[in-house]
């Protein structure tokens, strides 16, 4: 079964521009999470999709958003980049129901952003 | 304060020693506890889960839970060298979804 899929793997962007990511999840999970990685903050959750809508999120500003296919894959937007968007964006897919066996998230290689 | 605090390190050791790795938390209503391990440039990948309190062993790693000290710790017996990756706890509570709370992972290095 192939794992979950993010694309690209690294993007190179200016202060201003928008970006978007792309998450495919394993095949039958319905659940997709975003989450901004960086070496002083870790990992800290952006949103999560489950069904095409929008289940949970973070405390991002408006300038991040998402969205959910009906196949499930995901999109990140990241709209007026600033410097400090620079970080590893990991997408993880789960079942998405809310036991922990069926709750588990399965984690993509990550997209690295830099934003010069 | 943050949700779930995690020491950074790095912590090196040598091969075959024991590991031990701790994550501590504030929110009461957490009640899954999951350990994820980390290479250099690849995603987070599950090494363990548990639900509520008590030990869990796989092989050469146990989980345990403090919920009356909010701790959690996972051990890694004889660590290899394979072992070097950054570990990351997480945590979510019941009800609410898909929402995991993550520490900031603690760098380990295991030296032949």
């Known amino acids: 079964k192939a794992g979950v899929t993010q694309t690209p793997r690294y993007l190179i962007k200016t202060r201003g521009q928008q970006v978007t990511l792309s998450c495919s999840p394993i095949?039958?999970?319905?659940?997709v999470s975003w989450y901004q990685q960086t070496p002083g903050q870790g990992l800290q959750f952006l949103f999560e999709?489950?069904?095409?809508?929008?289940?949970n999120k973070g405390n991002f500003p408006g300038r991040f958003s998402g969205r959910q296919f009906s196949n499930s894959r995901s999109e990140m937007n990241v709209s007026t980049l600033e410097l400090g968007d620079s970080a590893l964006y990991l997408c993880?897919?789960?079942?998405?129901?809310?036991?922990?066996?069926?709750?588990?998230?399965?984690f993509g290689a990550g997209t690295r952003l830099s934003v010069l | 304060q943050k949700e779930v605090e995690q020491d950074p390190g790095p912590l090196s050791v040598p091969e075959g020693a024991i590991v031990s790795l701790n994550c501590t938390y504030s929110?009461?209503?957490?009640?899954?506890f999951m350990w994820y391990r980390q290479y250099s440039r690849k995603g987070p990948e599950l090494l363990m889960y548990?639900?509520?309190?008590g030990n869990k062993e796989d092989g050469r790693f146990t989980a345990q839970v403090d919920k009356s000290s909010k701790y959690i710790s996972l051990f890694i017996r004889d660590s290899q060298p394979s072992d070097s990756a950054t570990y990351l706890c997480?945590?979510?509570?019941?009800?609410?979804?898909?929402?995991?709370?993550f520490g900031t992972g603690t760098s380990l290095t295991v030296i032949p």
């Open positions: 993880a897919s789960s079942l998405g129901q809310d036991i922990l066996a069926k709750n588990i998230q399965y």
């Open positions: 929110n009461s209503a957490f009640q899954y």
């Open positions: 999709y489950f069904s095409e809508t929008q289940r």
């Open positions: 095949s039958g999970h319905r659940s």
């Open positions: 997480a945590m979510s509570a019941a009800g609410t979804g898909n929402q995991f709370y």
């Open positions: 548990t639900y509520s309190s």
